[in-house]
């Protein structure tokens, strides 16, 4: 696995710092949303339209894939362009196939894709999170 959330081609947006509101822990791998007021929030609608807009590590500062960003800090957000492939934060409870298509799932996780939701995504690795202790996983999509 890469060691960093954008893996393939020109990101639409480049990395920009935003504030994050209040009560909210992002991770790298998440998808987010801006606010009217200029703050981030999860994307908080389970198989909404969104921007594709991703939570990335923040290198410039020392963290990794592994660190979280809460209220108070910035953090680092790319958009990517369609075609692109990166890592997305799959949630737990599922056993996805190669090539399922990724909806949001309203806590800022992708899962599969219902009937009535919009796709994002598509799922470029096999990842079984079915077990009771599976816990949400970076996974590598490309980007509708």
Not at 5 to 22: C, D, F, N, P, Q
Not at 36 to 64: C, F, N, W, Y
Not at 122 to 142: G, P, R, Y
């Amino acid at each position: 696995m890469a060691n960093t959330i954008h893996a393939l081609g020109e990101t639409y947006r480049k990395v920009t710092s935003m504030a994050i509101k209040a009560g909210q822990t992002f991770k790298p791998g998440m998808l987010v949303e801006e606010e009217s007021d200029g703050v981030l929030i999860v994307h908080a609608t389970p198989g909404g339209m969104a921007h594709r807009q991703v939570v990335v590590e923040d290198a410039l500062r020392g963290k990794t894939l592994n660190d979280a960003a809460t209220a108070g800090e910035l953090a680092n957000t790319i958009i990517e362009a369609p075609g692109n492939r990166s890592q997305v934060l799959l949630e737990a409870g599922t056993n996805y196939a190669f090539g399922a298509e990724l909806q949001s799932a309203g806590d800022g996780t992708f899962e599969a894709q219902a009937a009535s939701g919009v796709t994002l995504c598509e799922l470029k690795e096999a990842c079984d999170l079915s077990d009771s202790d599976a816990v949400d996983t970076l996974a590598l999509v490309q980007w509708y």
